[in-house]
């Protein structure tokens, strides 16, 4: 089993910036990719970004294309970390973000082939 614990969502101000981690623990030898997204209430989890777990491909979702850019740390603890830098920031991209680990054969984009999630963090931006 994997554990996934999100952190670093808040207030901040339109065109401003945030980076969002995301900690891995457990079997982590088990995972092939992690990804973002994120979910407004009432509405489906929306596909952010991906980086496979070697950190060399990585897949955005054209509303952050340029802003968002998702990385991994390269330190070989038993822990890894998966951040998102989130650069001028709209209001729009006020939500939950979630983390989560992508299935074997899952297609990048869909949250249904994603099997563990952390427990999200809220970003809020302000216009």
């Known amino acids: 089993q994997v554990q996934l614990v999100e952190s670093g969502g808040g207030l901040v101000q339109a065109g401003g910036s945030l980076r969002l981690s995301c900690a891995a623990s457990g079997r982590t030898s088990t995972i092939y990719m992690i990804s973002w997204f994120r979910q407004a209430p009432g509405k489906e989890r929306e596909f952010v970004a991906a980086?496979?777990?070697?950190?060399?491909?990585?897949?955005?979702?054209d509303s952050v294309k340029d802003r968002f850019i998702i990385s991994r740390d390269t330190a070989k603890t038993a822990k890894t970390t998966i951040y998102l830098q989130m650069d001028s920031l709209k209001p729009e991209d006020t939500d939950v973000y979630y983390c989560?680990?992508?299935?074997?054969?899952?297609?990048?984009?869909?949250?249904?082939?994603?099997?563990?999630w952390g427990q999200g963090t809220q970003v809020t931006v302000s216009s």
């Open positions: 980086i496979n777990w070697n950190g060399a491909s990585t897949d955005y979702a």
């Open positions: 989560a680990t992508r299935k074997p054969l899952g297609f990048i984009r869909v949250a249904s082939d994603y099997d563990n």
